[in-house]
């Protein structure tokens, strides 16, 4: 069946292409790769209308098959989106998501696999996740460094203050803005459940970014 998937997903797409739209969409993404000028509710459509799976390694194949041969940047929003079927979620999907974060390399990818694919399995499987989260939070790769930082978004009062701490810490002197950015948005969705101790925290970190320091205290 997946052949058929795949098929289904390109023609689905290209059906809804808007021509106008598409360059319009690229220039706001910095994407080198082109867009066929579908947006998130045609998208959302489409993915509803495919056809059920139940084997795993055939989910799989149409997720990595989307994501590896994509010509248009709307093939990877469907593979992200089909990654997160909700009955094939485990540890033994980090590989793929590192895929996707490594290869992706930009926010638009980036962020929603930090948030809703690693951060649920830390939620699941800190044992396995934490400590991959601590290695990646030090990793030559920054889309890799700044997923340490925002997977825990949305974890409000189980947030893990620790790891938090450490991924942030161990970038606290980088310059790059995605990872700046990261960390300001991190400690802001945070300071929603914790505002004392995101202030404190910002405080006690003279070196932290202004920019970073303005997105954590941006509503305290």
């Given amino acids: 069946m997946s052949p058929k998937v795949i098929a289904a997903v390109r023609d689905g797409l290209r059906a809804a292409a808007d021509p106008v739209k598409a360059p319009e969409m690229q220039a706001y993404m910095k994407s080198d790769m082109p867009f066929l000028g579908v947006q998130k509710p045609a998208r959302v459509a489409l993915v509803r209308s495919l056809p059920r799976i139940d084997d795993r390694d055939e989910w799989l194949d149409v997720v990595r098959t989307l994501w590896r041969e994509a010509t248009y940047r ?59 989260m601590l290695k990646w939070s030090t990793d030559a790769d920054l889309w890799r460094r700044r997923t340490s930082i925002i997977c825990q978004l949305g974890f409000k009062a189980a947030t893990d203050v620790d790891l938090l701490t450490a991924c942030i810490d161990a970038n606290v002197d980088d310059r790059d803005f995605f990872l700046r950015k990261g960390i300001g948005w991190a400690l802001r969705e945070f300071a929603k459940t914790e505002p004392g101790w995101v202030r404190a925290f910002v405080e006690a970190r003279p070196g932290l970014s202004p920019l970073s320091r303005r997105e954590a205290l941006k509503h305290l």
Avoid: C, H, K, N
């Fill in 74 to 132: 709307e093939e990877r929003y469907v593979a992200l989106t089909l990654s997160g079927d909700r009955r094939f979620q485990s540890v033994a999907l980090m590989p793929l998501f590192d895929e996707m974060i490594v290869t992706g390399a930009w926010w638009d990818y980036v962020d929603e696999v930090a948030a809703r694919r690693v951060g649920p399995l830390l939620r699941s499987d800190p044992d396995v996740i934490r400590p991959l």
